[in-house]
């Protein structure tokens, strides 16, 4: 997740990237289309959108990390995930921000979403609405934050049946909203609660993949996986995280105009690591750039990929898609823990 704002006494207070999806007020509300249905709308001038027809897919996509929490409505999002062949979810939070919001909330959302899918789209069974699973970590902007209360959060947190993964966590030294010493030592932390609790872990790196790579290293990558979330690394760049087994999310940036080198790189992962995502509200992929990001915008980045990996449409892009709808399963969607088990009930 990104955001430009903080503050010394409290968490940092969510807003998009400059020159993504900021309205030109300067407030820190996002942009979302005044049109409640399955549509995709682009933000055109003087507040008038215009319909943008989405890339017809062969078969169902996953969304492997969003923040479904951040945008008005979440029954409507997840309406509109099934009305556009989006069945997988992994919804992000932290405990330092709005992890009761999304802990005490989702199953509300669940319930709602059946009426808000009869209402857009009465054609497309309530079966196609997104399965959602979890992940909980405190962000590195919010490492100064991290004691022996919030641990203690956290645990109780990932003890939740519906936690699929620790995230997102790591570093970033483009904004050092906390000390960069914080930040390194909540990562290392965090990375071994990973190990000990038999769960992947969603990193978010930001001009740290060197030192973030060696905390890794010296601290053991976590056997249950690890998703390097928002990838926008060269080829060179991306090398030794391929090398090192991880899985690679691509979300928006990947669509980028100017994202050649993103592109490049992506058409060498191994297949058997990719995955898509959304991060929304922010990184909304082309077209649709300058309105909120939502995770039905997955289905952009999706084709965007099989495009970069030379995969036509037809029958070889469904073949790919099912690739990596398996590998978000499989990563995401799996089997509680041990830990987990003996913590219910």
């Known amino acids: 997740m990104e955001r430009v704002d903080a503050s010394a006494s409290a968490a940092p207070s969510a807003a998009a990237p400059a020159d993504e999806n900021a309205p030109a007020d300067g407030s820190d509300r996002l942009r979302v ?8 709308y682009q933000k055109r001038k003087k507040g008038k959108y ?6 017809r897919l062969e078969g169902p996509v996953a969304d492997t990390h969003t923040h479904i929490q951040m945008l008005p409505d979440q029954a409507l999002e997840l ?19 709005d992890a009761a919001t999304v802990f005490d909330g989702l199953a509300a959302w669940q319930a ?23 992940a909980v970590g405190v962000h590195p902007h919010n490492a100064r934050l991290y004691d022996d ?39 290392a932390r965090q990375l071994e609660i990973a190990r000990e609790l038999g769960l992947p872990v969603s990193l978010h790196i930001r001009e740290a993949h060197d030192e973030a790579l060696a905390i890794l290293r010296e601290v053991g990558f976590p056997p249950a996986g690890t998703l390097l979330h928002c990838c926008a690394l060269s080829r060179e760049e991306l090398a030794p995280w391929v090398d090192a087994g991880c899985y690679i ?9 100017k994202a050649g080198e993103v592109r490049e790189a992506a058409a060498l992962v191994p297949e058997d690591r990719l995955l ?40 070889a892009r469904a073949r790919f898609l099912a690739v990596l709808e398996a590998n978000a399963r499989g990563l995401l969607d799996r089997p509680s823990t041990p830990y987990q088990a003996a913590h219910q009930g």
Do not use: W
């Open 276 to 315: 898509t995502e959304t991060d929304a509200p922010y990184m909304t992929p082309e077209p649709m750039r300058g309105v909120a990001n939502t995770p039905a915008h997955v289905v952009f980045t999706a084709a965007r990929l099989a495009e970069a990996r030379g995969i036509e449409p037809g029958s």
């Open 33 to 40: 289309p005044p049109y409640r249905d399955a549509g995709f």
């Open 50 to 55: 215009r319909a943008v027809e989405p890339p």
């Open 149 to 187: 209360a919030m641990e203690g959060l956290l645990y109780r947190l990932l003890a939740d049946q519906r936690v699929a993964a620790l995230g997102e966590i790591g570093l970033d030294y483009h904004y050092d909203f906390s000390p960069r010493e914080s930040q390194r030592r909540v990562f």
């Open 79 to 97: 309406a509109r995930c099934a009305a556009v062949g989006v069945d997988f979810l992994c919804v992000v939070t932290d405990p330092a921000e």
């Open 112 to 134: 709602q979403a059946p009426a808000a899918l009869a209402g857009i789209a009465p054609d497309v069974s309530a079966d196609r609405l997104p399965h959602v699973r979890l």
């Open 249 to 257: 999310a691509y979300g928006g940036p990947l669509t980028f105009k």
